[in-house]
Structure formats: C-alpha cells, structure tokens
C-alpha cells in the first residue's frame, strides 16, 4: 500500500534497503523521522512545523536552505528516504514495500511497491489467479484460487458443486451436473434402478432408467410382446407371450382357455366352450344357445360327453360285435346345436322318434345346425327314471345299434343335448349327434 504520510509509530524491520543493510526508521505523524535506537525515551516527537526541527521536510521559515525535494530539478539526496524511487530496493516514507528487481508479479510487493494481495490484479505468491476482484463465479474463486467442480462453489457452466467428488449419487455428479436419467451414472437416491446412458428401449434398462420387465411396455429380447398392461385376456399375456389356445387366459377369438389338455371338460382342447360354445348364431340354433339353455342341463351335457370317452377307451362287445377301444370324441358346436333341438322338439310336442316335427331326419337336422363333417349319427333316449348322465349313457350301451355309434371309430365329435319338461311324457330327454 502507498504511504499517505500518516502511519502508526513503531519499529520495523526485516526489509534490506539496496545495500542490504538494516533500515530501521518508520515515519510518524506528518513527515518526522524517529529512530529506532533513540535513548531518549522522553523526549517528545519532532514537530515538522516547527522551523528548529531538524527532521522535517519542505519549505518552513528554519529552512536551512536546502533546496526543495520535490523540484524534479533538484537532484536526489541518497540519503533522505523520501527521495528514492520504487524499485531502488530502498523502502521509501510512500512505499508499502520495496524489494527491487523483486517486484511484480510472484512476489510479495508489486510493480508500484505495495503488497501483493488477492484482488488487486497481480499474481502473487501462493495465487494461481488473480482477476482484480474478489468475487465468485467468474473463472477465479475469492481466493484467487482457479474454480472448479468440487471446489463447493457454483461456478460459470456448473448446475451444482457440492464440495465434493467421487459420488456421484449425492445430488450432484463429479461433473458438477445435476442427476439425470440417461447421463450414465447409476443414482439410487434419484429413483434410478440403472441407467446405462443410451436411448434404446428394448436393452436391459429402459430410458426411464428402471430395470427391463415384462410389462413395461417396451420389448425386450426374450418378449414376444409387451402391452404394458394387466390383461390376459388381450393381444399380449402378462407373461408377455402372444395368445394361444392352452395357455390359460381366454384370448381373442377364443370362447374359453382351461390350459389344460383335457379334451371332456367344460372347455375343449380347440378353447371351444363345451357348455354351449361354438353353437352358430342362426335361427335355427338361436333358441338352443347359452343364455337360453340352463347351466345345470350344459353340465349334464359335459358329463356325457366325459362318459361316451370313457367307455370309448375300452373295448367292447355290442350285441355280437366287438369294438375296439377307439380315440375320444370331441366336443362340436353345429352337433350341439342339432342334439338340442331334437330334444327340445321332443319335449315340448310330446313324442320319442328320430323323426322330428314336421318329419325331419337327424341329417336335415345336423344340416341345418351348418355341420360340416361327411358323416353323423344319432342316439336318443327318454324316461322319468333317466335322471343322470349315467343312466343315459348305461341306456345306449346296452342296446346294440345304440353301442355301435358310440364305439364307431368314424365318428370323432360330438354334440349333446339334454332338455327336462316336467309336464312332458317322459320328463327327461337325452340326444347324442355323432359327426365325423
């Protein structure tokens, strides 16, 4: 700092002036000199408007005719320290410090011998910056410490520094960004299962930076499909497999799934419903579908049919005849269809024949049911005691005619129909149409 010629009385030394020998003088008031080995400890400071005082300067009325130091024609006085120039190496009354050709930048004093600080544009020992100011953000920390990310002040180009680097799941990367998905850095504490820092959906981490599953809606290897959703009962199984008959979940085009491979239950190996299912929608089978026919006359139906396979897996004798145990039959909607009506017509005009109202055969019958195999048959029977599908299917074993179309290896679909009047004749009325 400059001297303005008002300093603090005191001794310093540790400054060499050009010669290297100790300059121990400090200015004090407005331009005495006291020394700083006076043994007169009592005696009071010069006064430099006193004109008997032989330590001040200027002119005054007890000049002793010294000409004027700040006449630039006067020549300088080595021995008057307020002559010297900055840089002489000589601490001068208007020096903050002097050092010589040590002066400037990397050293303690400057250019115009004041002491180097943080701020005042110079480079100084232990800066690596020094902008002339001491304000943040600007490339030159207060310090006049270069800034950078980790330093825990947010610079020009930084979103955040938290002070620290090596974490970059603490809110704020090593690259003094804040976390996002996508940027390659796993950060749990920002929601992230993983994130592998590419845009591709159908890897192992999607773009929403969680762990690839079925069910998140992007497809992935191994997936056939992948809806996003929770229905199995659409174009994609949440096992993100595409529909098929036999895996469980009623898909589209299909009347039911059991997922089994029983082809003698409510549900057939083609995921037709065997109470019902498959029947055309015509007028002809309108009256006979489900909706209209009672689920307890639909489970007798099934029951029938499991019967008819069961006896169809063993050979058998009928009347002179033996038949071999043959495949089982499957269930077939046109068949039921036909199967139903006849039972039907037989209760509601009371009477027993394969023969129907209006002399109808059994193959009119199945053709107008839109059955399209070549070949078909037909079991009937009635009675007040044929209350189960046993005693119906026990009936049709024992008469040979009857045994013969059940055991036919020709024949392999089957329809059922089962219809209960109470009012009628014979109460209970069983049809078997065979197709094949």
């Not at 100790?22 to 008031?29: C, D, V």
């Not at 008997?52 to 130091?69: C, F, K, L, V």
């Not at 090593?174 to 850095?185: E, M, S």
């Not at 071999?324 to 006849?342: D, K």
């Amino acid at each position: 700092m400059v001297a303005t010629g008002l300093l603090v009385s005191g001794c310093y030394s540790g400054l060499g002036d050009a010669s290297g020998a100790e300059f121990g003088a400090t200015l004090s008031g407005t331009g005495g000199v006291e020394s700083s080995d006076s043994g007169d400890e009592g005696e009071p400071p010069l006064d430099p408007a006193d004109d008997e005082s032989s330590g001040g300067w200027g002119e005054s009325e007890g000049s002793t005719g010294a000409e004027d130091p700040e006449d630039p024609a006067d020549p300088l006085d080595p021995s008057d320290p307020t002559d010297g120039a900055c840089g002489d190496g000589v601490l001068d009354a208007l020096e903050g410090c002097d050092l010589g050709p040590d002066n400037g930048e990397g050293s303690t004093c400057t250019d115009a011998c004041e002491a180097n600080v943080c701020g005042d544009g110079v480079l100084g020992p232990g800066e690596s910056c020094d902008d002339g100011n001491i304000e943040g953000s600007d490339g030159c920390g207060p310090s006049c410490a270069l800034e950078s990310c980790g330093d825990g002040t947010v610079n020009q180009g930084e979103a955040c520094d938290d002070g620290q680097n090596g974490d970059d799941d603490d809110g704020c990367t090593d690259a003094c960004a804040l976390p996002v998905c996508g940027d390659g850095l796993f950060q749990p504490s920002a929601g992230e299962a993983c994130d592998d820092g590419n845009a591709s959906n159908t890897d192992a981490c999607t773009n929403d930076c969680q762990a690839a599953s079925c069910g998140d809606g992007h497809v992935q290897s191994g997936e056939a499909c992948d809806d996003g959703n929770n229905s199995n009962t659409d174009s994609c199984t949440n096992a993100c497999e595409n529909p098929s008959c036999g895996d469980g979940f009623n898909g589209p085009g299909e009347e039911c799934d059991d997922g089994d491979n029983n082809n003698e239950d409510a549900c057939s190996n083609d995921c037709v419903s065997q109470h019902g299912g498959g029947i055309p929608i015509s007028g002809y089978c309108t009256p006979v579908r489900n909706g209209v026919w009672t689920n307890s006359w639909e489970d007798r139906e099934a029951e029938v049919r499991q019967l008819t396979n069961q006896a169809r897996a063993v050979g058998r004798n009928c009347g002179a005849t033996f038949y071999p145990a043959v495949p089982p039959v499957t269930y077939e909607g046109s068949l039921t269809c036909s199967a139903r009506n006849h039972s039907r017509d037989m209760a509601l005009n009371e009477f027993f024949s394969h023969t129907g109202t209006g002399g109808t055969t059994p193959a009119e019958r199945i053709d107008m049911a839109e059955y399209e195999g070549s070949a078909h048959a037909e079991n009937i029977t009635a009675g007040g005691a044929l209350n189960t599908a046993q005693e119906a299917v026990d009936q049709w074993l024992a008469s040979p005619s009857h045994c013969a179309a059940l055991m036919s290896p020709n024949l392999d679909e089957l329809g059922v129909g089962y219809y209960r009047l109470d009012t009628a004749p014979h109460v209970h009325y069983w049809t078997q149409n065979f197709g094949g």
